[in-house]
Nanobody, 122 residues
Framework: QVQLVESGGGLVQTGGSLRLSCAAS????????MAWYRQAPGKEREWAAG???????KYADSVKGRFTISRDNAKNTVYLQMKSLQPDDTGVYYC????????????????WGQGTQVTVSS
C-alpha cells in the first residue's frame, strides 16, 4: 500500500519561511510527476507547484518567485520551500504524486497526502 506523508507545516509570521516535505512509501515501482496543492479556508483546492521526473518545476503565478519545488528521487520525496509568506498563503497544503504500483510501469495512479496546515499571521 502506498502512502504520502507531508510534514513541515506550522505557524509563521508574514515574511517568514517554511519548508514542506512529502515522502512516498510502500510498494513503489516508480514516481512520476509530483505536485503541491493548497486549500485556503472556504476556498477550493488549487494547484501551487509541480515537478516532473526530470526535475523541471512549474509554478502558479501566485507563488512564482517565492516558492521552490524540488524532489529527491532516491528518497521518493518532494519538497516545497516557501519564502516571503503572506496571510493569503494560509491553508492546508497537500502533496500528490503519480506512483507506479506495478513493475511494468503501466499503472501509475495519483496518490494524495493527508495535508499539512500552514498558517501565516499578519
Amino acid at each position: 500500500q502506498v502512502q504520502l506523508v507531508e510534514s513541515g507545516g506550522g505557524l509563521v509570521q508574514t515574511g517568514g519561511s517554511l519548508r514542506l516535505s512529502c515522502a512516498a512509501s510502500g510498494r513503489i515501482f516508480g514516481v512520476k510527476d509530483m505536485a503541491w496543492y493548497r486549500q485556503a479556508p472556504g476556498k477550493e483546492r488549487e494547484w501551487a507547484a509541480g515537478i516532473n521526473t526530470g526535475g523541471e518545476p512549474k509554478y502558479a503565478d501566485s507563488v512564482k518567485g517565492r516558492f521552490t519545488i524540488s524532489r529527491d528521487n532516491a528518497k521518493n520525496t518532494v519538497y516545497l520551500q516557501m519564502k516571503s509568506l503572506q496571510p493569503d498563503d494560509t491553508g492546508v497544503y497537500y502533496c500528490t504524486a503519480a506512483i507506479c504500483t506495478t513493475w511494468t510501469g503501466q499503472y501509475c495512479p495519483d496518490f494524495w497526502g493527508q495535508g499539512t496546515q500552514v498558517t501565516v499571521s499578519s
